[in-house]
């Protein structure tokens, strides 16, 4: 079975510039996470999405983050205008529930995209 | 006080060690707790999942204590493929705001020969 899939895995962009990331949760889970991860602040949680709407964004940093799913197997993440403190790897995560006990709860996770913002 | 909490290490211990992670939640209602390991530049990857009585996979033990609020992470005969960073997770449950999971910082493991 194919896991979380995020594209692109690596991106160099420039301060300024737009940045897309993408995502394609696990078939048939209901909830799609979106991770940041630095050495300094850990594994945040951005934003999460139940049944593609948007259910908490309150870890998103400021109005230059946006995040998308429109539909149930695809999902964006996007930096408008990018800055080097976005540098990090960001994580999509997909789970089949939520509240109904560790199965469902589990969360797995893509590979990441790591982004350095020059 | 941070949501949950975790000792960063490294813990460094030779192959063949008996090796005992912790992790504090705060919430008294969390519902799910999990451990996950990352190696190097890779995604976390779920390790087991953390029952009330406690649950063993092989060489890994998960225990948690509802009272003291913390769950453990027991590993025997530590391997040098176990090297790698132990994230625990909670699910705090509505009353924390939502259901999600919060993730500790991590505790890093190196087995050495």
């Known amino acids: 079975d194919a896991g979380v899939i995020q594209s692109p895995r690596h991106e160099v962009t420039e301060m300024g510039q737009e940045v897309t990331l993408r995502c394609k949760p696990i078939s048939g889970h209901d909830y799609l996470f979106w991770y940041r991860q630095t050495m300094m602040r850990g594994l945040e949680l951005l934003i999460y999405?139940?049944?593609?709407?948007?259910i908490d964004d309150s870890g998103m940093p400021e109005d230059r983050f946006s995040a998308k799913m429109p539909n149930a197997s695809f999902s964006t993440l996007k930096i408008q205008p990018s800055e080097p403190r976005d540098s990090a790897v960001y994580f999509c995560?997909?789970?089949?529930?939520w509240g109904g006990g560790m199965d469902t709860d589990t969360q797995y996770f893509g590979p990441g995209t790591r982004l350095t913002v020059l | 006080r941070k949501e949950v909490e975790q000792d960063p290490g490294p813990f460094n211990v030779p192959e063949g060690a008996t090796v005992a992670f912790n992790c504090t939640y705060s919430?008294?209602?969390?519902?799910?707790f999990f451990w996950y390991r990352q190696d190097c530049r890779k995604e976390p990857k779920l390790l087991m999942s953390?029952?009330?009585s406690g649950n063993e996979d092989g060489r890994f033990t998960a225990q948690l204590n509802r009272a003291s609020q913390y769950i453990s992470l027991l590993i025997r005969d530590s391997k040098l493929s176990d090297s790698a960073t132990y994230l625990c997770a909670v699910n705090p449950g509505f009353s924390g705001g939502y259901n999600k999971l919060i993730f500790g910082a991590g505790t890093r493991l190196a087995v050495h020969p």
């Open positions: 999405f139940n049944n593609n709407v948007p």
């Open positions: 995560a997909s789970s089949l529930g």
């Open positions: 953390v029952y009330s």
């Open positions: 919430n008294s209602a969390s519902q799910s």
